[in-house]
């Protein structure tokens, strides 16, 4: 095989990985240099010229004439005899530069050359993958489910790039059938070996921020900011936004008219409940923002704790705690500070048992119902043993109740 003949035979390396051809020259280059110091124990006496524009590469061998019987280094050397029959006017400490083929070098070292570059192009590409991906991180990229696993989806994109979507970043409802298109944020991008991983989300608050950015022309243009995002993937979300224009209405912009620009952000994230917030730095606003659709009655801030206590009317504490106390969650990741809900109730005033039902089981308000009592002061006002022994209760569920009932009402 000669050298023109190995230029070619490595085309298929440039098509199958769509790189360059300088590129594929340089990394050429490179692996012969490590077969010349394989064999002759270093690289430094030869020139390698590629040629890209012609597809040829020339091998050059330089060594110092000697006198014959004088070669100590035949890497560095030659003998006068040996050059003369290169070239006949040659004379001692002349340089000779002398033509290598590759079939000079034998099979073996052709054969190491081919996996050298297959390698070397192979560790390229994955370098290429990485820094590509690893810039895209908080990006949407959408791909095609190529294989469906227990703990993860295999997505590929249009380069068949292979993407990872784990079942712990997939939304509870999501459900994948093979050749689906499916959209998701880029999370991690790491290193497995020497291959690059490529870790997507679609439970990540960037997700949901990101198809605002692609969804809402104004997000896009950067004439609203999105200012806070908290999700609880598949049942609710919160986003709060901010518009530096006072003609442009942030909450409306978002929202849409009757809600047509959020409902394909809502589809996507199979009907995730977003409620979209103006965002405010006035702390105690945005807190009776963020616990919406509740109305506050006070508010306790504690800045060095983190800490913020509400108060709100009977009625209006299962709306400010929300189904499976999302709605409390939520705020309070937005906010940043844990918030604690409390009934506001006047101290002559009594309430009904039923309005605790988000702290105290059903069946233990029946219990005490069902003894005739059934407003939190006439449980109070009754002796502890006595309740233990009418409503058949453990003691321990008896005193649980007094403590939440007792803390509601001095409170």
């Not at 490595?10 to 769509?18: I, S």
């Not at 300088?22 to 040629?51: C, H, P, W, Y």
């Not at 791909?143 to 993407?163: A, F, L, P, S, Y």
């Not at 059903?362 to 006595?386: H, M, P």
Request: hydrophobic share 40%; proline share 3%.
């Amino acid at each position: 095989m000669d050298n023109i003949a190995l230029i070619e035979s490595f085309a298929d390396f440039k098509d199958e990985k769509n790189i360059d051809r300088i590129t594929l020259m340089a990394i050429l280059e490179e692996a012969l240099q490590g077969i010349l110091r394989r064999k002759f124990g270093s690289d430094d006496n030869f020139d390698i010229i590629v040629n890209p524009d012609k597809g040829d590469l020339e091998i050059w061998h330089n060594r110092i004439v000697v006198a014959d019987g004088e070669v100590e280094d035949p890497s560095a050397q030659i003998e006068l005899s040996a050059a003369r029959r290169i070239e006949p006017d040659f004379e001692i400490d002349e340089e000779v530069s002398e033509p290598v083929k590759l079939e000079d070098l034998g099979r073996r070292a052709i054969l190491s050359l081919r996996q050298n570059l297959a390698a070397k192009i192979q560790e390229h590409d994955n370098a290429n993958l990485y820094e590509r991906f690893k810039e895209m991180e908080g990006e949407i990229v959408s791909g095609e489910v190529h294989h469906i696993r227990q703990k993860h989806v295999i997505i590929m994109d249009d380069d068949q790039n292979e993407m990872i979507l784990p079942k712990e970043n997939q939304i509870p409802s999501d459900f994948f059938r093979k050749g689906e298109s499916v959209r998701a944020v880029v999370d991690e991008v790491k290193l497995k070996g020497i291959r690059p991983q490529i870790v997507l989300s679609r439970t990540s608050p960037k997700f949901l921020e990101k198809l605002f950015e692609s969804e809402i022309p104004e997000i896009f243009d950067g004439l609203i900011t999105i200012k806070g995002v908290a999700r609880i993937p598949g049942e609710k979300a919160k986003v709060a936004v901010e518009s530096y224009d006072d003609r442009i209405d942030p909450v409306g912009a978002c929202v849409g008219m009757k809600g047509s620009r959020i409902h394909s952000i809502v589809r996507e994230l199979r009907n995730e409940n977003i409620d979209v917030i103006n965002y405010t730095n006035n702390l105690q606003l945005y807190v009776s923002r963020a616990l919406a659709p509740a109305r506050i009655s006070k508010m306790e801030i504690d800045e060095d704790d983190k800490r913020i206590s509400v108060y709100v009317k009977p009625e209006e504490v299962s709306k400010a705690i929300g189904k499976g106390g999302h709605n409390v969650r939520l705020a309070g990741k937005l906010i940043g500070m844990e918030i604690d809900v409390f009934r506001d109730i006047p101290q002559d005033e009594d309430v009904e048992l039923t309005e605790f039902k988000d702290e105290i089981e059903d069946w233990v308000i029946n219990s005490f119902k069902n003894i005739g009592l059934d407003t939190a002061r006439s449980v109070l006002e009754q002796d502890i043993n006595d309740l233990i022994n009418r409503t058949d209760l453990e003691e321990e569920t008896v005193l649980e109740v007094i403590r939440i009932l007792k803390e509601e009402l001095e409170d």
